[in-house]
């Protein structure tokens, strides 16, 4: 197989086989209406249209999988990857403008889910003795204990997902999906900036 259809082979893979009939149904359905285009414009990069799209989907049905696994703690995807962050960084604090670059968020979603992690106890706010400008949020006790509840409920959802792949093909798909990434990032940059905190 090509580059790309190895990597259509491992984005199918991805799904559940219970619905396995409804993604490929979706497939076909989106198939048929790209071979419509192109039997009125000529010029259509088929397969590319196709990679993206399957991309997409596959990025939407991991988030939700994602988000129901951490439904009974309350919490979502973009807030957990915030509790991470911090949990990971040094004396258990970071800079928005730090967390808005890391999780690729607006400044704007990330002061939502700080209000939010403050209310609940997981996180404290306050400003930073050298630099007024910013704020910092660190992780409380209860939020800790927190993270450190999940990490093994996700762990083990991550070796689920990905449990009927080997190796060579988990570094390819890390290969491939690195090289993407990276072409995405050679293209024109978003509009939103993110400002320091």
């Known amino acids: 197989m090509t580059q790309n259809s190895n990597l259509r082979y491992f984005l199918l893979r991805y799904y559940h086989a219970e619905n396995n009939l409804v993604v490929t149904q979706c497939l076909k359905e989106f198939e048929s209406r790209l071979d419509e285009v192109s039997s009125r414009v000529p010029g259509q990069p088929r397969q590319e249209v196709v990679l993206s799209r399957l991309y997409y989907m596959v990025f939407k049905r991991l988030q939700e999988t994602i988000n129901h696994n951490l439904q009974p703690y309350g919490i979502n995807d973009s807030m957990w990857t915030a509790l991470i962050m911090m949990y990971s960084s040094p004396k258990h604090f970071i800079y928005p403008s730090d967390l808005s670059h890391v999780t690729v968020s607006s400044r704007t979603h990330i002061t939502r889910l700080a209000d939010e992690m403050v209310s609940k106890g ?7 003795q050298t630099d007024r400008r910013k704020i910092i949020l660190t992780l409380t006790q209860s939020g800790t204990k927190l993270v450190e509840a999940i990490l093994p409920r996700q762990w083990a959802l991550y070796e689920k997902l990905w449990q009927s792949f080997d190796a060579a093909e988990k570094d390819q ?7 993407l990434l ?8 978003p509009t939103e900036k993110h400002h320091a905190a």
Not at 122 to 128: E, K, L
Not at 182 to 189: D, E, I, T, V
Request: proline share 5%.
């Open 122 to 128: 997981w996180v404290s706010r306050q400003g930073c």
């Open 182 to 189: 990276a072409a995405l990032s050679n293209q024109s940059p």
């Open 173 to 179: 798909m890390e290969a491939m999906q690195r090289k």
